[in-house]
């Protein structure tokens, strides 16, 4: 029986630093040499290795994921791992999700401890990537899983995971909807499918997403937040060249009283949605009311986030205005996320 093809496709990141002559942790390492790290690779895998780039993923840009996008679509692998850096994991993988659908796994990994360190989880997390890729049950179940995040021995749908935490080994999470497996010894242990429906009707009302740039303003809401930059966006005949906003608000979705004019006007200026600070989680729609309150916002024209953590619901709508959404036709598209 002959092994899976995996194309490995390199970004950069920790997982491929190498030292400086200073001591200092630079991106040095390309895809082979993550691949000889690694030798087990080559026995459950026939392995393509291709260096994307080297750069860590805070750098990283809308438009380079798009292009990595039509390169995993082009591939005719077995199973794709995309390896980058964990700083904004959670964003490229979900955009990877909203913009591929394939009937192979795709798998996004990364590393928290650089080379350098004892007991780096680099080569562990790409050696548990490719076996996940080489799984039969998430072979056969590859297009109901959608592009996962593995880390630490555990299998994170895209929509939902998160990094949770800036520096301990075990930063990635789903605190929503939790791994949909667990690797044990060298076997992958189904755990549960994700639940599709929104990201399925939201790619259908997207269609092919062919546009250019459309930077999306991330405002986060604090106690006694005064709204200056939302108020500076409505000072530029150009809304400071924001084609949208993503407003993390507070609690179930409210921010402060004040701020009910501005946010108003900011949503007749710019598509702007709002998401919950809390980091994901269906928000409140009908409770408390004020204008500042889930009804008051929904009345006056702010578009509903539903569970996406404020920094996926940014990715969805820079994605909708690339894809030339009308605001009516965002607003439709986000309500399916509950």
Excluded at 41 to 50: K, Q, V
Excluded at 279 to 307: H, V
């Amino acid at each position: 029986m002959s092994k899976p093809r995996i194309h490995i496709l390199a970004l950069g990141g920790t997982i491929a630093t190498r030292p400086d002559p200073s001591g200092v942790m630079q991106m040095g390492a390309g895809a082979d040499d993550l691949v000889k790290a690694v030798p087990l690779l080559g026995t459950l895998a026939d392995i393509e290795a291709e260096t994307v780039s080297r750069v860590g993923s805070h750098s990283l840009s809308f438009d380079q994921i798009h292009a990595l996008a039509a390169r995993i679509a082009a591939s005719k692998a077995d199973g794709v791992i995309v390896t980058q850096g964990t700083d904004t994991l959670e964003e490229t993988a979900f955009l990877l999700d909203l913009l591929l659908e394939r009937d192979v796994p795709v798998i996004v990994t990364a590393a928290m401890r650089n080379p350098s360190l004892t007991s780096p989880d680099g080569p562990g997390n790409l050696l548990a990537a490719v076996r996940v890729a080489c799984d039969p049950w998430v072979r056969a179940h590859a297009r109901a899983l959608g592009v996962m995040a593995a880390m630490l021995d555990e299998v994170y749908a895209a929509v939902d995971v998160i990094k949770a935490h800036p520096t301990r080994l075990d930063a990635f999470a789903s605190p929503q909807s939790g791994p949909l497996a667990a690797l044990v010894e060298d076997r992958i242990v189904p755990l549960g499918l994700p639940v599709r429906d929104a990201i399925e009707a939201t790619r259908r009302k997207l269609g092919k997403v062919a546009g250019t740039a459309k930077p999306v303003a991330l405002l986060w809401m604090g106690l006694d937040e005064p709204g200056r930059l939302m108020e500076a966006m409505l000072g530029a005949s150009d809304q400071l060249g924001y084609g949208g906003a993503v407003i993390a608000a507070m609690g179930g979705g409210h921010i402060p009283e004040r701020l009910a004019d501005v946010a108003a006007r900011l949503a007749s200026a710019v598509p702007t949605v709002v998401s919950s600070r809390a980091g994901g989680g269906a928000m409140l729609r009908q409770t408390y009311g004020g204008p500042t309150s889930e009804i008051g916002l929904r009345k006056a024209g702010l578009i509903w986030g539903g569970r996406l953590h404020p920094l996926k619901a940014r990715v969805l709508l820079e994605t909708c205005l690339r894809a030339g959404l009308s605001r009516a036709a965002i607003a439709d598209l986000f309500d399916a996320w509950g």
